[in-house]
Nanobody, 119 residues
Framework: QVQLVESGGGLVQPGGSLRLSCAAS????????MIWYRQAPGKQRGLVAA???????NYAPSVKGRFTISRDNAENTVYLQMNSLKPEDTAVYFC?????????????WGQGTQVTVSS
């Protein structure tokens, strides 16, 4: 069983920065991809950023140039560095991890962490 623990959310002023983390725990798996999604009130969940096992990244156009996704393979942790935050970045941010074992591929969701950008 793979479990994800998210942290780093909070309240920040426009133009500020936050760093989210998502740590995967368990055994017998390797990570294929780690993805950040977000969902704002009244809106559908959308992809923010993703990173694959070979280091390839992609970003939503609205965050490109402001957000950076990275990983720490030794700790099975993915980070989302968020700079130049805007009020429209306010949302619950969810970590999604795609894992592979010797037999299966599966994905797991973190519990979500609230990011609020406001004066």
């Amino acid at each position: 069983q793979v479990q994800l623990v998210e942290s780093g959310g909070g309240l920040v002023q426009p133009g500020g920065s936050l760093r989210l983390s998502c740590a995967a725990s368990g055994s017998g798996f390797s990570i294929y991809a780690m993805i950040w999604y977000r969902q704002a009130p009244g809106k559908q969940r959308g992809l923010v950023a993703a990173i694959t096992s070979d280091g390839t990244t992609n970003y939503a156009p609205s965050v490109k140039g402001r957000f950076t996704i990275s990983r720490d393979n030794a700790e099975n942790t993915v980070y989302l560095q968020m700079n130049s935050l805007k009020p429209e970045d306010t949302a619950v941010y969810f970590c999604n991890v795609i894992v592979v074992t010797s037999l299966t591929k599966s994905n797991y969701w973190g519990q979500g962490t609230q990011v609020t950008v406001s004066s």
